[in-house]
């Protein structure tokens, strides 16, 4: 009991006061309404210029993808109709001005509010739920810092200095030293928590360590985008902060993912993303590299990507030019907290695998996911399951946590549920931005009418981005 207290006690400092909750409660239900009704007034008056405004998108997108898919002067030719396109866009949303600052101030002030009368809820609920418990400090923490991560952040930020304030042991990566054999070394001289200062590449190596030895893994964001401590519910700014949960923390155990014997925290993307990432320029100049490789794996006489699996619906797949195997679901149909992950303990993964062999199916899986229907195009298809296999008949190129792999098939990937104890400081936000984001959905709205009503909010699950995998195998209850 005095576990739960302390936890809710300590996330209460940022919980609005309820006089102040269900007011904005209120506010975000009028809101919410309003942005209905704006829109379905809308639409329903000028049904034409909705249909027009697609049908442009739809011009836009296929030929940009032609112009950024082709080489040569022939490109060029679809430059009049892509702007054209972009006209017709503009043109549309330009004659309901008036509308779309109403629809969109609406959308912010219903985003604000119902985020400020909910986001309590929903942290408080991964402590009191028993999903986390506060820990004692570290009896010997390490800190192992790569010093070229993130241009140099751990310089920048003084992490040594830091860490020994903290009484936590900081090691420095040199460049032929190898990650693995330093963490393990540290486990063996005692080290009971280790944490990881660099990208989310190290931050798997280390994962792996943490995961084999059973001790806790401390993330420290130092890495350039740092997707890992985004989903954890740290805040990706504070680096120095991160350090506390050595001192001050809060432990819950997460998922890991395999595919063969590597371990990944984020996602292993096979593919376009793949092939671009094992170009040597990919680092320096990523746009410069995509623009430069794209035309030869999507254009015309491009070669087909061996990738061959099962889809959800049993269907198999010859022809994917993307596919992305994720460490639990990312949320992709919703843009708020799009491309970030609720949760990091369902035990599943998130498998995302697209068809764009042509202007065409791009425009239109584009087109359909601007009005929030891109589960319909034939060309994508997203779910979720324990394990995933991909056939090929000669190596595959994977980016794995943003590094590049070639490794053999088949490719079996493979869910390890709650495999890593993970301390986070307690002062952390703890909810990725997908976890944290407040959209007009029946569950919200439902969490909303009670805060408005003075009724008390129960913790529960968050909703599911996708749905599961129709295997008829049990999902795993833990």
């Known amino acids: 009991m005095s576990f739960v207290w302390r936890a809710s006690s300590r996330l209460d400092h940022a919980t609005p006061p309820s006089s102040w909750a269900r007011p904005a409660a209120i506010l975000a239900l009028i809101t919410g309404v309003a942005v209905v009704v704006i829109v379905l007034r809308t639409v329903a008056q000028d049904p034409a210029d909705f249909i027009l405004m697609l049908a442009c998108l739809f011009v836009l997108v296929f030929f940009t993808w032609f112009i950024l898919s082709r080489r040569g002067r022939l490109r060029l030719l679809a430059v009049p109709a892509a702007l054209f ?3 017709g866009v503009v043109a549309v949303l330009g004659s309901h001005v008036v509308a779309l600052v109403i629809l969109i101030a609406a959308l912010m002030l219903f985003g604000f509010s119902a985020r400020y009368a909910l986001r309590a809820s929903r942290a408080t609920a991964r402590v009191a739920g028993g999903r ?7 009896n010997r923490g390490v800190l192992i810092i790569n010093p070229l991560s993130g241009g140099g952040k751990a310089v920048r930020f003084n992490l040594i200095q830091e860490a020994r304030r903290r009484g936590v042991e900081p090691l420095l990566l040199g460049r032929r030293m190898d990650l693995v054999e330093l963490a393990e070394r540290a486990v063996d001289d005692g080290a009971d928590v280790i944490g990881m200062a660099g990208g989310d590449g190290s931050q798997a190596l280390l994962a792996s360590v ?3 030895r059973d001790v806790a893994h401390v993330c420290v964001p130092a890495g350039t985008r740092n997707h890992f401590a985004l989903d954890l519910g740290l805040d990706r700014d504070d680096l120095i902060g991160a350090l506390d949960a050595f001192t001050e923390g809060i432990e819950r155990r997460v998922d890991l993912a395999r595919v063969n014997d590597h371990v990944f925290v984020n996602n292993a993307s096979l593919g376009l993303y793949a092939s671009v990432v094992q170009s040597d320029a990919y680092r320096d100049a990523k746009l410069g590299t995509w ?9 015309p006489g491009a070669s087909s990507i061996d990738l061959q699996f099962e889809d959800v619906n049993a269907k198999s797949w010859l022809d994917a030019t993307l596919v992305v195997v994720s460490n639990n679901p990312y949320q992709l149909r919703r843009f708020a ?26 425009a239109k899986l584009v087109t359909l996911g601007t009005v929030g229907q891109s589960h319909r195009s034939r060309g994508l298809q997203q779910w979720a399951s324990e394990d995933f296999e991909v056939r090929s008949e000669a190596s595959v190129a994977v980016g794995l946590d943003g590094e590049a792999f070639l490794l053999s098939p088949p490719l079996r990937f493979v869910s390890l549920p709650g495999v890593l104890r993970v301390r986070l400081p307690r002062h952390a936000p703890l909810l990725s931005p997908a976890a944290a984001a407040v959209t007009l959905s029946r569950a919200n709205l439902r969490a909303l009418v009670k805060i408005a009503v003075g009724r008390r909010l129960e913790a529960s699950p ?3 981005s996708v749905e599961p995998a129709r295997s008829g195998r049990s999902e795993r209850h833990r």
Do not use: K, Q, W, Y
Request: hydrophobic share 45%.
């Open 337 to 362: 907290g799009v491309g970030s992950r609720p949760e990091l303990d369902t035990g599943r993964l998130g498998i995302f695998a697209a068809r764009t062999h042509n202007a065409r199916a791009v």
């Open 132 to 138: 986390a418990r506060l820990v004692e400090p570290a």
């Open 85 to 87: 396109g972009l006209v």
């Open 210 to 212: 943490a995961m084999r």
């Open 291 to 299: 623009r430069r490789l794209l035309p030869d794996m999507v254009g």
């Open 462 to 464: 968050p909703e599911r």
